[in-house]
């Protein structure tokens, strides 16, 4: 079966640095999407992997091993409005989004 | 600005009553996606249109059912929610034409089953 893990909660204190970590087993691979769902909003779209390495925007980073099956995301100088579920997704062979249970972030002051 | 738009945003139907759902999208995407999203779960996808084509998920009960009149518009209607449909529904878009194929997700409609 295809299967997506994910931490289910973490928390991390406003200022400091974070890594939440995605480990995937699916038929074939066509991209991982790291997504941010704030509480009763729609996912919005943060990053998109599809080769090995490291990807940069801003505070955040993601990290995508293929051979590990792996993923990271990394939120540098966290704010209390980083405080939400990020969600790991993977495409498959079939082009078929698989989709983690999402990992719920708590910042603290 | 471009985006994805589903109505209304909150939703309360009786046990056994008929619903539907509607999104637009301004975005001209080529694929629309209906998912089921509970408390502290992952997204689920109910089906898909691919342009005109419809795709069913295996596991999706007959209860729901789909509707793209055009690019812009796909509905979702229950023909008869139970207590157990009572979730978030996310519409979502995204192009074949290259790139990424990122989804772009609607606010959401919450539906509440009395």
């Known amino acids: 079966g295809q299967n997506i893990d994910q931490p289910t909660e973490m928390t991390a204190t406003e200022g400091a640095i974070v890594q939440i970590n995605c480990t995937y087993q699916?038929?074939?691979?066509?991209?991982l999407f790291w997504y941010q769902q704030h509480a009763g909003e729609a996912p919005t779209f943060l990053s998109y992997?599809?080769l090995d390495g490291l990807e940069e925007k801003g505070r955040f980073s993601s990290f995508l091993s293929r051979s590990k099956g792996y993923s990271y995301l990394l939120l540098k100088e966290l704010q209390m409005k980083d405080s939400a579920s990020y969600l790991c997704a993977v495409t498959d062979s079939n082009y078929q989004l698989i989709w983690g249970a999402g990992t719920k972030l708590i910042i603290k002051p | 600005d471009a985006m994805v738009i589903q109505n209304p945003r909150y939703q309360v139907t009786q046990f056994g009553k008929p619903v539907t759902l509607s999104c637009s999208q301004t975005?001209?995407?080529?694929?629309m996606y209906w998912y089921q999203q509970k408390s502290s779960q992952a997204p689920k996808l109910l089906f898909h249109y691919y342009d005109k084509d419809f795709n069913n998920e295996a596991d999706t009960p007959d209860n729901f059912q789909s509707r793209r009149p055009n690019t812009s518009f796909c509905f979702l209607d229950i023909r008869s929610p139970g207590l157990g449909d009572a979730a978030m529904y996310l519409c979502a878009t995204s192009s074949t034409s290259g790139g990424a194929n990122e989804q772009f997700f609607g606010p959401g409609t919450r539906l509440t089953v009395l």
């Open positions: 699916t038929s074939g691979f066509n991209g």
């Open positions: 992997n599809v």
């Open positions: 975005l001209n995407h080529n694929v």
